[in-house]
């Protein structure tokens, strides 16, 4: 008979290569190659695992995409590496003659032991951004409720609301909101179990626990939390046996009346593919949207940032209008206006110049090309029917009356002038209508704005919110 026994105590150099050969597997190959392939393996003591890296982006970007992981796959040889850590080696560790430190003995576990015993039962946590926390929100209308409902759940008191589910599209801040949560309890009360992870670590973890056959160390970690979070939960859609698992794991938490906290890309109701079970029980708590940005958001996001980069470029000099400017013009999203911004302002500070409108214009060109207003048949329509108050469905339907017909000529025109789509297509989104419906609604519509202010100046202020 063969024996083999499995090292638990050592994590070798020879053993992280084999591991990344593992991660290969799960983080593909692309991001294989340029996040994974150049980390070295510095050091193990007591806890951490060190590793080398490059540059501290690259230390912090790889932390927080695949530091989990990677903590993953070392537990599973080395169970008492608790942590991660990625450093750019100094100048002095870096010198081959310089004296390494030997890696604190660690106990081994005697091969009598029970592996369960060596199970952690807490769950190591997704590393939480610390720029995301609620002092670096800014808060506006489209935002205001999903803030608040955050911030409630943060006090920590007892459960009012379970779940609390926070939606919206992406880059409107539903992460920056779930990590301040996070900060904000740690803080107040160190010793709660706070878990915050995403839909697909949760599943990754899942997968992970019935492979190695570990479900009840699985289900005992997440049944011990005290506040779960989990960002991104439209991820798990689709995904039966990870669906079946989270509700349980969500029905054991509202049982105990622990606070859960999810966030999605859309409402619950939207998600496609979700159990009917799931979807109920997700709308049983407090649902709370983030709507897009409007321009008062964008700007008083892009004026905080600016303080924060006052500090860090005491230099900057940067002229009226600028912020306005890309206020106006980058409306996507959050991310995107950040990038445009930091850019900006690296850019800047490399040619020590001011930021002036002319600046703005060349160094992000490619970012306001692309940022040019996407409007959609659906935005128009939406907008159109809202300004002359009546239904959306009277808008796209069979009634001939001028209350109806008027409107819809003028979306129509609206779609003609604002989107790249054709007029069959056009009229097809409008109760499947035909093209020449459609041609002569927009020349209706030409014709009248020359001779009637009423309809020029609608005209003007449709387009004006629709451009927002
Ligand atoms: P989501 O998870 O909704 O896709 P994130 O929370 O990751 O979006 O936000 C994207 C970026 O925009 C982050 O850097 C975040 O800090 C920033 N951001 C979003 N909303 C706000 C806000 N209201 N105030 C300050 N920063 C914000
Ligand atoms: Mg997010």
Redesign the pocket.
């Given at each position: 008979m063969k024996l083999t026994i499995v090292d638990q105590g050592i994590m070798t150099k020879n053993e992280w290569g084999q591991l990344k050969q593992e991660l290969k597997k799960t983080v593909g190959s692309n991001n294989f190659t340029t996040w994974i392939a150049p980390l070295e393996l510095d050091d193990v003591a007591g806890e951490v695992a060190s590793f080398a890296v490059p540059t501290s982006f690259f230390g912090n970007y790889v932390a927080q995409t695949f530091g989990d992981q990677i903590l993953y796959h070392l537990r599973a040889i080395d169970p008492s590496i608790r942590r991660v850590n990625f450093a750019v080696p100094s100048t002095a560790s870096n010198d081959p003659q310089a004296p390494r430190r030997a890696p604190a003995p660690r106990p081994k576990a005697a091969p009598s032991e029970p592996a369960e015993t060596m199970a952690d039962t807490r769950i190591p946590t997704a590393p939480l951004d610390p720029?995301?926390k609620f002092d670096?929100?800014?808060?506006?209308k489209p935002?205001e409720l999903a803030h608040a409902a955050a911030k409630r759940v943060a006090e920590g008191g007892p459960v009012t609301f379970n779940p609390l589910f926070l939606y919206?599209?992406?880059?409107?801040?539903?992460?920056?909101?779930m990590h301040a949560i996070a900060w904000e309890l740690q803080e107040q009360q160190p010793g709660l179990n706070v878990v915050y992870l995403s839909a697909e670590q949760f599943m990754y973890r899942f997968v992970q626990a019935l492979r190695e056959r570990k479900m009840m160390d699985f289900k005992e970690m997440f049944r011990s939390v005290d506040v779960l979070m989990v960002?991104d939960v439209q991820f798990i859609a689709g995904k039966d046996s990870t669906q079946e698992e989270f509700f349980h794991t969500f029905n054991a938490l509202v049982d105990q009346r622990k606070q859960i906290i999810i966030?999605a890309d859309c409402a619950p109701g939207e998600i496609e593919n979700l159990e009917e079970r799931i979807r109920s029980r997700l709308q049983c708590g407090l649902v709370v949207d983030?709507h897009p940005t409007n321009y008062e958001?964008r700007l008083g996001?892009l004026q905080?940032k600016v303080e924060y980069y006052r500090g860090q470029y005491p230099d900057l000099m940067l002229a009226d209008g600028v912020l306005e400017f890309l206020a106006h013009r980058i409306t996507k999203?959050?991310?995107v206006l950040?990038g445009a911004l930091t850019r900006l302002f690296a850019f800047a500070s490399l040619v020590g110049q001011e930021i002036t409108l002319e600046l703005t214009q060349d160094c992000l060109a490619d970012v306001l090309r692309a940022s040019e207003r996407q409007v959609t048949i659906e935005e128009i329509q939406r907008q159109v029917s809202e300004h002359y108050n009546i239904r959306l469905s009277d808008l796209v339907g069979p009634k001939r009356l001028r209350v109806y017909a008027r409107p819809r000529q003028m979306a129509m025109f609206l779609c003609k002038q604002m989107t790249s789509r054709s007029l069959p297509e056009i009229g097809r989104r409008f109760g499947g209508r035909d093209h020449t419906t459609v041609m002569h609604g927009v020349r209706r519509i030409e014709e009248l704005s020359r001779k009637d202010v009423q309809i020029a100046e609608d005209i003007e202020l449709l387009r004006r919110t629709l451009e927002e």
């Open positions: 720029r995301f670096t929100f800014v808060v506006g935002n919206g599209g992406v880059g409107l801040g539903k992460t920056h909101l960002d966030s983030l958001l996001i905080s999203n959050v991310r950040e």
